[in-house]
């Protein structure tokens, strides 16, 4: 594939800009624009009626944490249909993960075309890094990091490990207190 | 004049004074610093701080300002090991006293006939008002140069000395860009200047635009905010104020609100008339009767308000200017006060000699 190149053209330098003063004029014509145009939503919001906000400020711990539709974020282990999980216990996502925060032990699986089953299946959130490597290496789509959750903060190293009925939801998450 | 003054004099001139500085300089000052939050918040389409609350009420984050000041009240005043301890503690002392001085010596209203006396309220009546003002205005970076010195610290003695190169860049061309208006007025005295535009009926700004243009830019480098914030440089944290914490830093912090006052304080009363309403003749208003003889109070009310309301309009122009531009380099402020404003301003200034001298 050939190189594109595009040239682009430098601004030139009139004797408008390099007077600056029309350029601050502009500027200021800009700044202020958005100063009405705010002000006037922020008084129609806050008159009850209906409008744009006159802010793009997500109050974070008030409101819910707006995530982007790709965000990576806890980990959820996946089911088969007939309800076991999906894991193979084929070790790639543990061998794989550059913080080293999955513990895999496996056993030997009823089902004798899956030969495998994981037995415990821990991630230990505090080491995790969120790169996403074990969703890409595993090769019977068990894990995804699509839970949606990123308030995963504990007063404790321990309770920063999920195992694997936590991941796989069948048991909530419950956090000692301090 | 007799000594000892009437008492009515003193209490009066104290009264004039006290108004100066707590009703105008420092009431503003403190809501300066929620109106530079909120409108900058505001124009980048951000909320901005709104968490300050008493007993709940929020009122639109108008509680910060006090809350800033009971934390800068109740900080440990910390002084560095390597300072020079005096000029440490009196370095803020002379900036925030400069800039107080300046607050008095505006013109907020005329002269008021009423029971039986003229009140003149000016607070400091001088002959040589806009001089000692400006000389009050230069006087303060003293305050700059002596805390960047006594701190210690290399970083505050870097930013002082930035306070220093920029005093030297804009302090000729904030005197030279007033030299031709003065000239035309033919005062150095804040009251006469704005009685010469109420009687030719005509604002400074309209007399000479690029004098205007010159001093709101050498006035904006003097308030040392952002366009020339060389001297603090909030982004890299070497100010002249690094070593100063609780109400020393405080006093700096006011210092640069008064000076703002101060620099919209002078544009108002040289430029745009000061006290002056278009269309509103003063002595005719206090000579009318009725209201139960108070209309000299409500003339002399209307004055300082409107002389008020300028300065506040002024300090919201030069609030959205330092929120859309960005900040000048340390060679750029020397460039353009010496080598672009200074001949402007001496080329305004000969300009309206000649023409002046033609004219007449």
Same mark, same amino acid.
Not at chain 2, 117 to 137: E, S
């Given at each position: 594939?050939?190189?594109?190149?595009?040239?682009?053209?430098?601004?030139?330098?009139?004797?408008?800009?390099?007077?600056?003063?029309?350029?601050?004029?502009?500027?200021?014509?800009?700044?202020?624009?958005?100063?009405?145009?705010?002000?006037?939503?922020?008084?129609?919001?806050?008159?009850?009626?209906?409008?744009?906000?006159?802010?793009?400020?997500?109050?974070?711990?008030?409101?819910?944490?707006?995530?982007?539709?790709?965000?990576?974020?806890?980990?959820?282990?996946?089911?088969?249909?007939?309800?076991?999980?999906?894991?193979?216990?084929?070790?790639?996502?543990?061998?794989?993960?550059?913080?080293?925060?999955?513990?895999?032990?496996?056993?030997?699986?009823?089902?004798?075309?899956?030969?495998?089953?994981?037995?415990?299946?821990?991630?230990?959130?505090?080491?995790?890094?969120?790169?996403?490597?074990?969703?890409?290496?595993?090769?019977?789509?068990?894990?995804?990091?699509?839970?949606?959750?990123?308030?995963?903060?504990?007063?404790?190293?321990?309770?920063?490990?999920?195992?694997?009925?936590?991941?796989?939801?069948?048991?909530?998450?419950?956090?000692?207190?301090? | %004049?007799?000594? !000892? *003054?009437? &008492?009515?004099?003193?209490? +009066?001139? #104290?009264?004039? @004074?006290?108004?100066?500085?707590?009703?105008?300089?420092?009431?503003?000052?403190?809501?300066?610093?929620?109106?530079?939050?909120?409108?900058?918040?505001?124009?980048?389409?951000?909320?901005?701080?709104?968490?300050?609350?008493?007993?709940?009420?929020?009122?639109?984050?108008?509680?910060?300002?006090?809350?800033?000041?009971?934390?800068?009240?109740?900080?440990?005043?910390?002084?560095?090991?390597?300072?020079?301890?005096?000029?440490?503690?009196?370095?803020?002392?002379?900036?925030?006293?400069?800039?107080?001085?300046?607050?008095?010596?505006?013109?907020?209203?005329?002269?008021?006939?009423?029971?039986?006396?003229?009140?003149?309220?000016?607070?400091?009546?001088?002959? %040589?008002?806009? !001089? *000692?003002? &400006?000389?009050?205005?230069? +006087?303060? #970076?003293?305050? @700059?140069?002596?805390?960047?010195?006594?701190?210690?610290?290399?970083?505050?003695?870097?930013?002082?000395?930035?306070?220093?190169?920029?005093?030297?860049?804009?302090?000729?061309?904030?005197?030279?860009?007033?030299?031709?208006?003065?000239?035309?007025?033919?005062?150095?005295?804040?009251?006469?200047?704005?009685?010469?535009?109420?009687?030719?009926?005509?604002?400074?700004?309209?007399?000479?635009?690029?004098?205007?243009?010159?001093?709101?830019?050498?006035?904006?480098?003097?308030?040392?905010?952002?366009?020339?914030?060389?001297?603090?440089?909030?982004?890299?944290?070497?100010?002249?104020?690094?070593?100063?914490?609780?109400?020393?830093?405080?006093?700096?912090?006011?210092?640069?609100?008064?000076?703002?006052?101060?620099?919209?304080?002078?544009?108002?009363?040289?430029?745009?008339?000061?006290?002056?309403?278009?269309?509103?003749?003063?002595?005719?208003?206090?000579?009318?009767?009725?209201?139960?003889?108070?209309?000299?109070?409500?003339?002399?009310?209307?004055?300082?308000?409107?002389?008020?309301?300028?300065?506040?309009?002024?300090?919201?122009?030069?609030?959205?200017?330092?929120?859309?531009?960005?900040?000048?380099?340390?060679?750029?402020?020397?460039?353009?006060?010496?080598?672009?404003?200074?001949?402007?301003?001496?080329?305004?200034?000969?300009?309206?000699?000649?023409?002046?001298?033609?004219?007449?």
């Amino acid at each position: 594939m050939a190189i594109t190149v595009r040239t682009v053209k430098r601004p030139e330098r009139t004797f408008a800009t390099e007077l600056y003063l029309v350029e601050i004029v502009k500027g200021l014509g800009l700044t202020f624009r958005h100063l009405f145009v705010n002000l006037y939503r922020h008084s129609k919001r806050a008159l009850g009626l209906k409008g744009l906000p006159g802010s793009v400020t997500v109050q974070y711990p008030d409101d819910p944490a707006v995530l982007g539709k790709r965000a990576r974020t806890r980990h959820r282990l996946l089911k088969r249909d007939d309800g076991a999980p999906r894991c193979t216990a084929c070790l790639l996502c543990e061998t794989i993960c550059p913080a080293k925060c999955i513990r895999i032990t496996a056993e030997n699986a009823p089902d004798v075309t899956v030969e495998k089953r994981a037995k415990t299946f821990d991630i230990d959130l505090g080491m995790c890094i969120f790169c996403g490597y074990c969703v890409e290496a595993c090769p019977v789509d068990a894990i995804h990091m699509d839970a949606n959750e990123v308030e995963l903060s504990s007063y404790n190293r321990k309770d920063m490990i999920w195992n694997m009925p936590e991941l796989l939801g069948d048991v909530p998450k419950t956090p000692s207190r301090p | %004049m007799t000594f !000892p *003054l009437p &008492l009515n004099d003193v209490v +009066f001139a #104290v009264a004039k @004074i006290l108004f100066s500085i707590l009703g105008v300089g420092l009431s503003i000052a403190g809501f300066l610093g929620w109106v530079e939050r909120k409108q900058s918040a505001v124009m980048q389409d951000r909320i901005g701080a709104n968490r300050a609350s008493i007993f709940g009420f929020t009122v639109l984050g108008l509680f910060h300002p006090i809350a800033d000041a009971i934390k800068l009240l109740t900080k440990e005043d910390f002084v560095p090991k390597g300072a020079r301890k005096p000029l440490h503690g009196l370095a803020p002392i002379i900036s925030l006293g400069c800039g107080m001085f300046c607050l008095a010596a505006l013109p907020y209203g005329g002269v008021v006939d009423y029971a039986g006396r003229a009140w003149d309220l000016t607070p400091i009546a001088l002959p %040589m008002g806009v !001089p *000692l003002v &400006l000389a009050a205005l230069a +006087f303060g #970076v003293h305050g @700059i140069v002596m805390a960047g010195y006594a701190s210690g610290s290399n970083y505050g003695l870097l930013g002082a000395m930035r306070g220093a190169a920029q005093m030297i860049a804009y302090e000729v061309c904030l005197a030279s860009a007033l030299a031709g208006l003065l000239f035309v007025y033919g005062t150095l005295d804040f009251t006469e200047a704005v009685r010469w535009q109420v009687s030719h009926g005509v604002w400074g700004i309209f007399l000479q635009p690029l004098a205007f243009i010159i001093f709101l830019t050498a006035g904006t480098a003097v308030t040392k905010r952002v366009p020339f914030d060389l001297p603090e440089g909030e982004s890299e944290i070497v100010g002249y104020h690094v070593e100063y914490s609780g109400m020393k830093f405080g006093m700096f912090m006011m210092t640069d609100f008064f000076e703002s006052i101060v620099i919209c304080g002078v544009i108002t009363a040289l430029f745009l008339g000061g006290w002056s309403i278009p269309f509103v003749d003063f002595p005719s208003l206090a000579g009318r009767s009725g209201l139960w003889g108070l209309w000299p109070v409500a003339a002399g009310a209307l004055m300082v308000g409107s002389s008020v309301g300028k300065i506040l309009l002024m300090l919201f122009l030069l609030m959205q200017v330092r929120w859309t531009l960005p900040r000048f380099r340390f060679d750029q402020v020397l460039d353009l006060g010496w080598k672009h404003l200074l001949p402007l301003a001496l080329i305004n200034f000969l300009v309206t000699v000649w023409v002046v001298y033609l004219w007449r």
